[in-house]
């Protein structure tokens, strides 16, 4: 597997996790108001937000760990694609956290 493709599949796994936040936090909001009354509220705590944080953190690993390979055995038109990608796909997976995060404060 060369690095463009590594990094083309961190990409990939860091959208698959903003993707699955982002839905989790659709769904949430989508009930109606009294859903999440009272016990409901536990349901966030103890199910959708370890569940989005699981999700966020298994799709963290191969971006984080890709992020300290070295360059320089690569093409240098590729270089340049693949440090790109690779702060899209950091951006990615910090967006990914703060949307785990924020399905804690839905509701």
Same mark, same amino acid.
């Given at each position: 597997m060369?690095?463009?493709t *590594? %990094?083309?599949t961190?990409? #990939? $796994?860091?959208?698959v996790s903003?993707f ?17 009354h009272?016990?409901g509220?536990?349901?966030i705590?103890?199910?959708y937000?370890? *569940? %989005?944080?699981c999700i966020? #953190? $298994?799709?963290a690993l ?5 992020r ?20 899209t796909?950091?951006?990615l997976?910090?967006?990914g956290f703060?949307?785990?995060i924020g399905?804690?404060?839905?509701r």
């Amino acid at each position: 597997m060369t690095i463009l493709t *590594s %990094t083309r599949t961190a990409a #990939f $796994l860091a959208s698959v996790s903003v993707f699955f936040s982002v839905c989790i936090g659709a769904w949430i909001l989508s009930r109606p108001e009294t859903t999440f009354h009272d016990q409901g509220g536990l349901t966030i705590t103890f199910i959708y937000f370890p *569940s %989005t944080f699981c999700i966020w #953190f $298994l799709c963290a690993l191969l971006p984080l760990a890709f992020r300290s390979y070295k360059l320089n055995c690569s093409p240098p038109d590729d270089v340049t694609r693949i440090k790109n990608l690779r702060w899209t796909t950091m951006g990615l997976v910090t967006i990914g956290f703060f949307l785990s995060i924020g399905t804690l404060f839905l509701r």
